[in-house]
């Protein structure tokens, strides 16, 4: 069985660039995650998708993140404009009654 | 609103010598709960899980926790330390209903002297 995979694994943009990055899920696994971890901490959800839904969004700075899972597959999440502060590793995990994870984009904003 | 707390942001063992996490919760219904494990530059790999029934949960690695409803715990131990465990460690605690949003704790760092 596949994992969940992303892309890219790394990435390096200036202040005020934007950002996207590509998740996708386990086939069959309905519920998707986007979650920020900044070094030296437990991950942070930013939004959580049911099939191409958000059932939580409310961590996700929305003037300047977004996110979309068209056809309730694939899932992007977007930065822009970036902030020095929004490096981290961006995770994406799916689950059906436990999550799996992909390797993680580590970002950073320079 | 649930949360987790891991005591310990490093825990230092000798190689062969116990393993021991800690991780208290909180909750307001009946917790799942979670231990994940995370090697340098990869995600988190899911150790083991209690959700209901038997309160010693076994997981992958030799690794086992034991859900102590009375003290809100839910330590993860290993009998005997090897190399190959040194990474970080993360205790996180959903629940039964809604859409399984999971909170996870800050995690611990397992450095494991040879």
């Known amino acids: 069985e596949a994992g969940v995979a992303q892309s890219p694994r790394y990435k390096i943009i200036e202040k005020r660039q934007s950002v996207a990055f590509w998740c996708n899920p386990i086939?069959?696994?309905?519920?998707l995650y986007w979650y920020q971890q900044i070094l030296g901490q437990g991950p942070k959800l930013l939004i959580q998708?049911?099939?191409?839904?958000?059932?939580?969004d409310s961590q996700l700075p929305k003037d300047r993140f977004s996110a979309e899972r068209l056809k309730g597959v694939d899932s992007t999440l977007k930065i822009q404009p970036a902030k020095l502060e929004d490096s981290a590793v961006y995770l994406c995990?799916?689950?059906?009654?436990?999550?799996?994870f992909g390797p993680g984009t580590r970002l950073t904003v320079t | 609103a649930q949360s987790v707390t891991q005591l310990g942001s490093h825990v230092s063992v000798s190689e062969g010598a116990l393993v021991l996490l800690r991780c208290n919760y909180s909750?307001?219904?009946?917790?799942?709960l979670f231990w994940y494990v995370q090697y340098p530059n990869q995600g988190l790999q899911l150790l083991l899980k209690?959700?209901?029934?038997?309160?010693l949960v076994k997981g992958i690695n030799g690794f086992e926790a034991e859900f102590k409803k009375s003290e809100t715990s839910f330590h993860l131990t290993k009998p005997s330390a090897h190399m190959s465990d040194a990474a970080e460690y993360f205790c996180a605690v959903s629940y039964s209903g809604g859409y399984q949003k999971v909170t996870f704790g800050t995690g611990t760092k397992l450095q494991v002297i040879p």
């Open positions: 998708f049911q099939n191409n839904g958000v059932v939580d």
């Open positions: 209690y959700t209901t029934g038997a309160t």
């Open positions: 909750s307001s219904v009946p917790p799942y």
């Open positions: 995990a799916s689950s059906t009654t436990e999550q799996y």
């Open positions: 086939s069959g696994h309905a519920t």
